[in-house]
């Protein structure tokens, strides 16, 4: 938790290569990672975010694989079968979220998963509040 950096983004060398390296990192906010997430769109990426949760502002983990429609099977089933190596890496996080587009990363889309995957989720009872006076 005392890092500074955020997020970071790896990708591959090229689209037969097996190794992956980290093609950009920050210590800002989930737009400017999602800019660079749209400068890797059509490549297939892993992504590693620590992003402040809830209203206790608490961080959460999320482990993130985008795999573009445009691959052929096999760049999809190799980057698919590395994905449990990437997890292993990493280790701790709350969420691990497979997107097949760019367009599906969004705070709203992000914030809906981890309030599913925290359990209770009593966001939905406060429209639901009346004035009971």
């Given at each position: 938790d005392?890092?500074?950096?955020?997020?970071?983004?790896?990708?591959?060398?090229?689209?037969?290569?097996?190794?992956?390296?980290?093609?950009?990192?920050?210590?800002?906010?989930?737009?400017?990672f999602?800019?660079?997430?749209?400068?890797?769109?059509?490549?297939p990426?892993?992504?590693?975010?620590?992003?402040?949760?809830?209203?206790?502002?608490?961080?959460?983990?999320?482990?993130?694989?985008?795999?573009?429609?445009?691959?052929?099977?096999?760049?999809?089933?190799?980057?698919?079968?590395?994905?449990?190596?990437?997890?292993?890496?990493?280790?701790?996080?709350?969420?691990?979220?497979?997107?097949?587009?760019?367009?599906?990363?969004?705070?709203?889309?992000?914030?809906?998963?981890?309030?599913?995957?925290?359990?209770?989720?009593?966001?939905?009872?406060?429209?639901?509040?009346?004035?009971?006076?």
């Open positions: 005392q890092d500074p950096m955020t997020w970071f983004i790896m990708g591959y060398n090229s689209t037969a290569s097996d190794k992956l390296f980290v093609v950009s990192s920050g210590t800002s906010d989930f737009s400017e999602v800019e660079n997430i749209n400068n890797q769109e059509n490549k990426i892993y992504m590693y975010l620590n992003y402040k949760f809830g209203d206790t502002g608490r961080s959460r983990f999320i482990v993130m694989s985008y795999v573009p429609e445009s691959l052929n099977g096999l760049q999809k089933a190799r980057v698919v079968g590395h994905r449990g190596a990437v997890e292993s890496f990493i280790k701790y996080y709350q969420i691990s979220w497979h997107c097949l587009s760019v367009d599906e990363i969004t705070e709203s889309e992000l914030n809906k998963k981890l309030r599913k995957a925290g359990g209770a989720d009593y966001s939905a009872q406060e429209s639901n509040k009346g004035d009971f006076t």
